[in-house]
């Protein structure tokens, strides 16, 4: 089993930050790429940020100067640091993993369980 656990949502005025920690646990042998997706209420989830194993990143166009994604391979967690905050990043903020369970064995995506960040006066 692999479990992603998030941690940091909240409440927060505009223009305010938030950071976002997940850590994966459990049996696996790697962890591959790790993102964060958001959903709104009415909308499709949507990609946020993502970083690989080596460390090449990637944002949404909407974030891009915002947000920081970050990772500790060692430790198999990955942070999203979120910077002048605005109503429409109001969302649930999922993090995402792509793990191998075993050496050579394919990749396998997981989900931790959401965490909701409000941004409203």
């Known amino acids: 089993q692999v479990q992603l656990v998030e941690s940091g949502g909240g409440l927060v005025q505009p223009g305010g930050s938030l950071r976002l920690s997940c850590a994966a646990s459990?049996?696996?042998?790697?962890?591959?790429?790790m993102a964060w997706y958001r959903q709104a209420p009415g909308k499709q989830r949507e990609l946020v940020a993502a970083?690989?194993?080596?460390?090449?990143?990637n944002y949404a166009d909407s974030v891009k100067g915002r947000f920081t994604i970050s990772r500790d391979t060692a430790k198999n967690t990955v942070s999203l640091q979120m910077n002048s905050l605005k109503v429409e990043d109001t969302a649930v903020y999922y993090c995402?993993?792509?793990?191998?369970?075993?050496?050579?064995?394919?990749?396998?995506?997981?989900w931790g369980q959401g965490t909701q960040v409000t941004v409203s006066a």
């Open positions: 995402n993993a792509d793990v191998s369970r075993t050496a050579g064995s394919t990749l396998l995506s997981y």
């Open positions: 459990g049996s696996f042998f790697s962890v591959n790429a």
């Open positions: 970083i690989s194993r080596g460390g090449s990143t």
